[in-house]
């Protein structure tokens, strides 16, 4: 909750937000979130993907200028339980934080990767993970907790694990 209060006091985060339509041809949509509550503008923008889904059969969609989305896997659930696959790109927009394989030098964000396939009688295929060698959110979560990481986790500035 402080990084959400610290981006709204710092005009980062807009409350209140409703997505608007960029472009929408089909099923393509490109939505602008407004700099609105990632979850909020999320959920909008999936409501309106499915919808476009169901009347086109597919739905390429774009949201732009949205916060913090959460955990990136309830959204492909959302679609799932529609009775749709879903396959979610994130690109993080934040100071890099991972370094590349072999590097040592933060270079990306964590840029989440989803997909989540409905199955039949069964619970949904939902996979859900970062890009990196453990989420943002497990970090704030062991160091909230005092507990360490997997080993090979996190790196110093200087490379070495820690």
């Known amino acids: 909750i402080p990084k959400y209060v610290m981006s709204w006091q710092g005009d980062q985060l807009q409350l209140n937000q409703q997505v608007s339509v960029v472009h929408e041809s089909g099923g ?6 407004n700099r609105g509550m990632g979850q909020a503008v999320t959920e909008q923008a999936m409501g309106m993907g499915i919808e476009r889904a169901r ?3 597919v739905c390429v969609l774009g949201l732009r200028r949205s916060h913090h989305l959460g955990r990136v896997g309830h959204w492909a659930e959302q679609a799932t ?12 927009l934040s100071k890099p934080i991972v370094a590349p394989h072999g590097g040592y030098d933060a270079r990306f964000g964590t840029n ?13 295929l939902v996979l859900d993970f970062a ?8 970090v704030r979560v062991a160091h909230n907790k005092g507990v360490p990481v997997p080993p090979g ?8 694990p820690t």
């Open 28 to 33: 393509i949509l490109s939505l602008d979130g």
């Open 55 to 57: 009347e086109h059969g």
């Open 81 to 92: 339980a529609a009775g749709m696959i879903s396959i979610h790109f994130v690109n993080v």
């Open 112 to 124: 989440p990767f989803t997909i989540g396939v409905p199955l039949p009688a069964q619970p949904p």
């Open 131 to 138: 890009t990196s060698a453990i989420a943002l959110g497990k």
């Open 153 to 160: 986790s996190l790196m110093d500035p200087n490379g070495h």
